[in-house]
C-alpha cells in the first residue's frame, strides 16, 4: 500500500516510482473501486509491468 497526495499524483512524470510498503514478492490487494476484489503478484510481462491475479477475495460483499 502506498498513499500520495493529489498534488503529488499530478506531478508524477514517467520513469517516477512509487515506493510500495510491501516486498516485490508479497501478494498485493487489487481493488476494482473502493472494493478489494483479487489478490496479486507484481512482475513483468512483454517487458512491461503487470499483475498477475492468484486469487478472487471470498468476501461476498465484493461481487455487489
Same mark, same amino acid.
Given at each position: ?13 514517467? @520513469?517516477?516510482?512509487?515506493? #510500495?510498503?510491501? =516486498? ?9 473501486? !473502493? *472494493? +478489494?476484489?483479487?489478490? @496479486?503478484?507484481?512482475?513483468? #510481462?512483454?517487458? =512491461? ?9 471470498? !468476501? *461476498? +460483499?465484493?461481487?455487489?
Amino acid at each position: 500500500k502506498a498513499t500520495i497526495s493529489v498534488n503529488e499524483l499530478l506531478e508524477l512524470n514517467k @520513469g517516477d516510482v512509487i515506493k #510500495l510498503d510491501t =516486498k516485490i514478492s508479497d501478494e498485493h490487494k487489487i481493488k476494482i473501486g !473502493n *472494493k +478489494e476484489m483479487f489478490l @496479486g503478484r507484481a512482475g513483468i #510481462l512483454n517487458n =512491461k509491468k503487470a499483475i498477475k491475479v492468484t486469487q478472487r477475495t471470498e !468476501n *461476498k +460483499e465484493n461481487l455487489l
